[in-house]
Antibody
Framework: QVHLVQSGAEMKKPGSSVKVSCKASGGTFNSHTISWVRQAPGQGLEWMGRVIPIPGIANYAQEFQGRVTITADKSTSTAYLELSSLRSEDTAVYYC??????????????WGQGTLVTVSS | QSALTQPASVSGSPGQSITISCTGTSSDVGGHNYVSWYQQHPGKAPKLIIYDVTNRPSGVSNRFSGSKSGNTASLTISGLQAEDEADYYCSSYTSSSTPVFGGGTKLTVL
C-alpha cells in the first residue's frame, strides 16, 4: 500500500520561504512523478509543478516559475517543495500527489495528507 | 493555462442521478483522452474516482461514470447516496504537457 506522508503545518512571514516534504512508502519511488498541488481556503486545486525522481528533472506551472523549486531525494524516497517570496495569497494547504507513472498524462492516484502553510505578519 | 469550467454546485436526492460538466478547450479536454475526476470530502485529500475519461480505479463504485463529447467532459453519479456529498474536481492533461484542474463543483445530497 502506497503512503505519502507530509511534514507539519508551517507559519511564515511575508517575504520568507517555506520547504515542505513528502515521504513515500510502499511503492517504487523512482517510477512515478510527484506533483505539488495547492488549495487556498475555500478554493479549488492548483497544480504547481512536478519532479521525476530519476533523473531529478522538474517542471513548473508558469504562475510559479522563479519562485518554486521541487526536488526529490531518491535515497529517502522524499520529495520537497520550496516556495520563496511568500505573500498572504500563498496561504493554502499544499498536497503532494503521485502520478501513475513518469508519463506526463497520468492521473494522481495517491495523495499526501496535506500541509497547511499560513503566511501572515 | 486557464482552469476548466465546472458548475459551482449541483444537488440531487438520494437514489437520483446527477451529472457534473467540465468544459475546456481543444488544447486540453477536447484534444486528449486524459480527463480525470477527483472527489474531495471536507478536510480530506482528493481521491481519484475516474481517469482517462471513462476508467474507474479499483475499489471505486460503479455508480461513478465518466464521458466526453468535444471539449466537455462529464461525471455522472447514479443512485446518489449521502456519502457522495463532497466537492468534485475534473482535471485534464494539456498540450503543454501539464495538468489543469476545474474550479470544482459542490455536490449536495438533499
Amino acid at each position: 500500500q502506497v503512503h505519502l506522508v507530509q511534514s507539519g503545518a508551517e507559519m511564515k512571514k511575508p517575504g520568507s520561504s517555506v520547504k515542505v516534504s513528502c515521504k513515500a512508502s510502499g511503492g517504487t519511488f523512482n517510477s512515478h512523478t510527484i506533483s505539488w498541488v495547492r488549495q487556498a481556503p475555500g478554493q479549488g486545486l492548483e497544480w504547481m509543478g512536478r519532479v521525476i525522481p530519476i533523473p531529478g528533472i522538474a517542471n513548473y506551472a508558469q504562475e510559479f516559475q522563479g519562485r518554486v523549486t521541487i526536488t526529490a531525494d531518491k535515497s529517502t524516497s522524499t520529495a520537497y517543495l520550496e516556495l520563496s517570496s511568500l505573500r498572504s495569497e500563498d496561504t493554502a494547504v499544499y498536497y503532494c500527489a503521485r502520478a501513475g507513472s513518469v508519463t506526463a498524462n497520468r492521473p494522481f492516484d495517491y495523495w499526501g495528507q496535506g500541509t497547511l502553510v499560513t503566511v501572515s505578519s | 493555462q486557464s482552469a476548466l469550467t465546472q458548475p459551482a454546485s449541483v444537488s440531487g436526492s438520494p437514489g437520483q442521478s446527477i451529472t457534473i460538466s467540465c468544459t475546456g478547450t481543444s488544447s486540453d479536454v477536447g484534444g486528449h483522452n486524459y480527463v480525470s475526476w477527483y472527489q474531495q470530502h471536507p478536510g480530506k485529500a482528493p481521491k481519484l474516482i475516474i481517469y482517462d475519461v471513462t476508467n474507474r480505479p479499483s475499489g471505486v463504485s460503479n455508480r461513478f461514470s465518466g464521458s466526453k463529447s468535444g471539449n466537455t467532459a462529464s461525471l455522472t453519479i447514479s443512485g446518489l447516496q449521502a456519502e457522495d456529498e463532497a466537492d468534485y474536481y475534473c482535471s485534464s492533461y494539456t498540450s503543454s504537457s501539464t495538468p489543469v484542474f476545474g474550479g470544482g463543483t459542490k455536490l449536495t445530497v438533499l
